[in-house]
Nanobody, 119 residues
């Protein structure tokens, strides 16, 4: 059984910062791409950032220069440093990982962590 557990969300004022973290646990052979997505009320889930096992990163245009994704391959964790937050960044942020276990290669999601940007 594989689990992705996120932490670090919360309420922050505009211009503030947060650090989101996600840990993958369970029977894992390899972890490939990890990433963060978000879903605002009434909107579809959208890509925020991804990072490959080789540390190549990809960001959505809306967060470039403000958000930084990183990972620790020894701990199967991925983090997202979010700076200069704006009200439009308010959403549930979901961790995602493509990984291989004994059953094959699968795409896993965390339960989500709420980020609210408001004064």
């Amino acid at each position: 059984q594989v689990q992705l557990v996120e932490s670090g969300g919360g309420l922050v004022q505009p211009g503030g910062s947060l650090r989101l973290s996600c840990a993958a646990s369970g029977s894992i052979f390899s972890v490939y791409t990890m990433g963060w997505y978000r879903q605002a009320p009434g909107k579809q889930r959208e890509l925020v950032a991804t990072i490959s096992a080789g540390y190549s990163t990809n960001y959505s245009d809306s967060v470039k220069g403000r958000f930084t994704i990183s990972r620790d391959n020894t701990k199967n964790t991925v983090s997202l440093q979010v700076n200069s937050l704006q009200p439009e960044d308010t959403a549930v942020y979901y961790c995602n990982a493509v990984l291989r276990n004994r059953g094959g290669e699968y795409n896993y999601w965390g339960q989500g962590t709420q980020v609210t940007v408001s004064s």
